[in-house]
């Protein structure tokens, strides 16, 4: 069976500092992955997702990027933080088809102060 | 823009009821519909997901999908307050680029 791994679970990080994040998927070859923040109040936002090793495609212009240097492994990053990046970072992976189920990962709770 | 919109609720049901969501997509373009429950605090998880008109069942839970009204509907039977959490509706794309276009959730609450 497929598992996706998420960490940290929380993170507290004073504005200004960098951020990484990373998201691994077992139990699979070649998914689609994503990034997506979860905003007190508001609903799912897409910030990125990839099709394959170092394809990365980003939907919304900010501070945050994305890389997956290998198959499985997913990882967003920030220089600098800002206070409006607080929120609930998840991860997806779908398998390699159009419009296929995405399946979330445990989250990261990310705090900037 | 695509977009999925979903009555914020919160929607509040007796234990036992049926429970009624509702969601509506813009994109004719979309072909499969998918339901997630989300849980307060934790990531949201798929229930269901249909691509065909009609109804699809699964143990307590139907989703309903009509096509020509651009409307998707997810009924929970026999409601038991283990189901009170917001509901996710999501639109596939259509097309090749893979992405689902969440609506913002209906909190539902089933009181004992």
């Known amino acids: 069976s497929q598992t996706i791994h998420q960490w940290p679970a929380t993170l507290v990080q004073p504005v200004g500092s960098p951020l990484s994040l990373e998201c691994t998927v077992e139990?699979?070859?070649?998914?689609?992955l994503y990034w997506y923040r979860q905003a007190a109040g508001r609903g799912l936002q897409l910030l990125f997702y990839?099709?394959?090793?170092?394809?990365i495609s980003s939907e919304v212009p900010q501070n945050l990027s994305a890389s997956r240097p290998q198959d499985r492994q997913f990882i967003l990053s920030s220089k600098k933080l800002l206070l409006s990046d607080s929120g609930f970072y998840l991860c997806?992976?779908?398998?390699?088809?159009?419009?296929?189920?995405?399946?979330f990962g445990p989250g990261t709770r990310l705090t900037v102060t | 823009q695509k977009e999925v919109e979903q009555n914020s609720g919160p929607l509040s049901v007796p234990e036992g009821a049926i429970a009624s969501l509702n969601c509506t997509y813009s994109?004719?373009?979309?072909?499969?519909f998918f339901w997630y429950r989300q849980y307060s605090g934790k990531s949201p998880e798929l229930i269901m997901f249909?691509?065909?008109?009609g109804d699809k069942e699964d143990g307590r839970f139907t989703a309903q999908l009509n096509k020509a009204s651009q409307y998707v509907s997810l009924l929970i039977r026999d409601s038991q307050p283990s189901d009170s959490a917001t509901y996710l509706c999501?639109?596939?794309?259509?097309?090749?680029?893979?992405?689902?276009?969440f609506g913002k959730g209906t909190l539902l609450t089933v009181n004992p």
């Open positions: 997806a992976w779908s398998r390699l088809r159009i419009e296929g189920e995405q399946y």
């Open positions: 139990g699979t070859s070649n998914p689609n």
């Open positions: 990839s099709v394959g090793i170092g394809q």
């Open positions: 994109d004719r373009g979309s072909q499969s």
């Open positions: 249909i691509y065909s008109n």
């Open positions: 999501a639109a596939g794309s259509g097309g090749s680029n893979y992405k689902l276009t």
